[in-house]
T-cell receptor, first 117, second 113 residues
């Protein structure tokens, strides 16, 4: 099966500019996650979608970050305006969702490396 | 608060030596447990996972992990390390199916000749 697709692979922007990242999850995966991974740290959850609804966005800096998953498939994460501390790898992941153990599994994309200068 | 701790930031082992990476968690009940590996510039690859049952779990690339409820630990092991195992290793936990993964800060593995 195809993996989780993310684009762009790399992005360099100046502070105060805006940027958007795109993610296409595995077909049929109802749950989609965006993680931020700062250099030298583990990934941190920004937002979780179940189909096109938000399940958890408690760690999303909502003054500058936004995300949407309009048709329950692709998702876009936006930063506006960007700050230096937003430099990180942004990872998208998807899972089947649901309560059964057989449905548990998280597949990650290769990520978008953002550098804010 | 729920947390995942990887006590070792860096570990260096000689090629052919055994390896153990530590992971401790703090959750109300037995969570779902995962180990991922990340090579430079690459995404996260699942090594193994534990939900229930046999506490010794076998994964890919010759890795295994043991769940110890009494110690709230899920340590990753490999009997003989290869140079290609040099990477960043992350322990991750989810409360249950349908919940997001909570990651530790990672352990960087260096393999020397």
């Amino acid at each position: 099966e195809a993996g989780v697709a993310q684009s762009p692979r790399y992005k360099i922007i100046e502070k105060r500019q805006s940027v958007a990242f795109w993610c296409n999850p595995i077909s049929g995966h109802a749950t989609l996650y965006w993680y931020q991974q700062i250099l030298g740290q583990g990934p941190k959850l920004l937002i979780q979608f179940q189909n096109n609804g938000v399940v958890d966005d408690s760690q999303l800096p909502k003054d500058r970050f936004s995300a949407e998953r309009l048709k329950g498939v692709d998702s876009t994460l936006k930063i506006q305006p960007a700050k230096l501390e937003d430099s990180a790898v942004y990872l998208c992941a998807s899972s089947l969702g649901g309560q059964a153990q057989s449905r548990v599994g998280y597949t990650f994309g290769s990520g978008t490396r953002l550098t804010v200068v | 608060a729920q947390s995942v701790t990887q006590p070792d930031i860096h570990i260096t082992v000689s090629e052919g030596a055994s390896l153990e990476l530590r992971c401790n968690y703090s959750y109300g009940a037995t969570p779902y447990l995962f180990w991922y590996v990340q090579s430079p510039g690459q995404g996260l690859q699942l090594l193994l996972k534990y939900f229930s049952g046999d506490t010794l779990v076998q994964g890919i690339k010759g890795f295994e992990a043991e769940f110890k409820r009494s110690q709230s630990s899920f340590n990753l092991r490999k009997p003989s390390v290869h140079w290609s195992d040099a990477a960043e290793y992350f322990c991750a936990v989810s409360k249950n199916s349908g919940y997001a993964l909570n990651f530790g800060k990672g352990t960087s593995l260096l393999v020397t000749p």
